[in-house]
């Protein structure tokens, strides 16, 4: 009945429930627009059943994600009216031009893409998804930019203990962005390919409708291996920028609890983390500093020596996150990762050898591997927020500053299993029409057009 855990587990449970759904709204809608845009190009009305057959799933997530996303907007003001008091003149800002900006933009040309089949041009018809694709990006742009100030205050001013805004500029071109942005779509981008790979994998070793399904998996093993390969690029940038503006974040990453030069990457260590001691411990010497600072010798503080300055900075209190959940999150993010640069390049492989459908034993590899980027989504954003505890807003308000004090630990108790229970049941409703429209095997043919016009050129122009 603590309030504070009650209130971290409703939001921690509302915000990861939410963010399954916005990678792959981000990724999926970009594909699906790609796989349209080819349609118009070439007249292949094989391009057309694939824009179809994915952007109806695509329908499913924008509206699942939809949901969850406005309840999360609600958790603000519920359980964290403090923070909201707090930095609400700052944070309200970036969530109010996405709203207005890209959220509308996307309502407005889903429904155009979606009712407007066989009423628009084509060009049109197509213009309306890459409307949609683009706003969703904005849309990511802007939610980055308002946690990117719970990372790394900037562009503000404590007036009246609260944070005010006193230079937007500052705010939209804040550092943590410009790794945090990019790191997320390329994640997207990731996402929606292995979801793409998943799913024709699914139809290949049936072997229905074997034309459709091999250039979906051919078009999303390019993009994923592309995507996969800048997300890991992207993720040492992060890295590097993480050990400048919070270093205690790395130190509980690597459950580096003792200062170390040159410092050493973590493959294992086991032993009470919470109570912060280490039994035992496999460790490369010197790729910590590598990863850091792209040399082999530096100098990495560890917890012990940062909170020590912690507490000289912001007074007595206990500055450390919980490392095991950090510790760990990094890895299996980490791990996640790297599996999925290997299946993304050997899916890229298979596309170039024999027929696809040949490979019965490979292609069930990448049913389960759907799972992986949803995975490592999900222990990245926790490894994001966690790894920043007791702030709140790293190094202004602590977490428990953010409380809505006024609210009752048993009304907590209740909106917490409501939420849950809720979610629970989106999550089976959303299972079952992800499966049920995933297997629907699309027409061989489409408005009295033959199969045979599947072998059109798939880049020459045609008309309307």
Known sequence: MDPLLLSRLQFGITTVYHFFFVPLT????????????????????????????????????????VVTGIVQEFQFGMNWSEYSRFVGDIFGAPLAIEALLAFFVESVFIGIWIFGWDKLSKGLHAAAIWLVAIASTISAYWILVANSFMQQPVGYSIEAGRAVMTDFFALILNPNVWVQFPHTI??????????????????????????????????????GSIAVILLGLNGHSQAQHM?????????????????????????????????????????????????SYNNLDCEILGIYDLQAQYEATFGPGDYIPPVA????????????????????????????GETLENRSLSLKIYLWAMALPFIANSFGWILAEIGRMPWIVYSLMTV??????????????????????????????TIYLMAKYAKIVPPEQESGISDSDDDAPVLVPASD
Not at 187 to 212: C, D, E, M, P, Q
Not at 330 to 352: Q, T
Not at 401 to 427: C, K
């Open 325 to 352: 959940v950090v510790y760990w999150a990094f890895r299996i993010m980490v791990g996640a990762g790297m599996l999925m640069i290997g299946l993304a390049l050997y899916a890229l492989f298979m596309v170039m």
């Open 243 to 291: 050990i400048e503006s919070q270093p205690m974040k790395m130190a509980a990453a690597e459950a580096l609890f003792n200062t170390e030069s040159p410092a050493s990457f973590s493959l294992l260590t086991i032993g009470d983390l919470e109570q912060r001691s280490e039994v035992f411990s496999i460790r490369i010497p010197r790729l910590l500093c590598l990863m």
């Open 26 to 65: 981000i990724g999926l809608s970009l594909m699906v627009a790609l796989m349209e845009t080819i349609y118009v190009r070439s007249g292949n009305p094989l391009y057309k059943r694939m824009t179809k057959f994915w952007g109806k799933l695509f329908i499913i997530n924008f509206a699942m994600g």
């Open 400 to 429: 428990d500053e953010g409380l809505s004090f006024t609210v009752p630990p048993a009304q907590m108790l209740i909106t917490l299993l409501g939420f849950t229970l809720v979610y629970a049941a989106l999550i089976v409703a």
């Open 186 to 223: 390329a994640a997207s981008f990731v996402t929606s390919a292995f979801f793409v790979l998943g799913i024709s994998a699914y139809h290949l070793l049936r072997k229905s409708n074997t034309k459709l399904f091999t250039r979906s998996f051919q078009i999303a093993a390019i993009i």
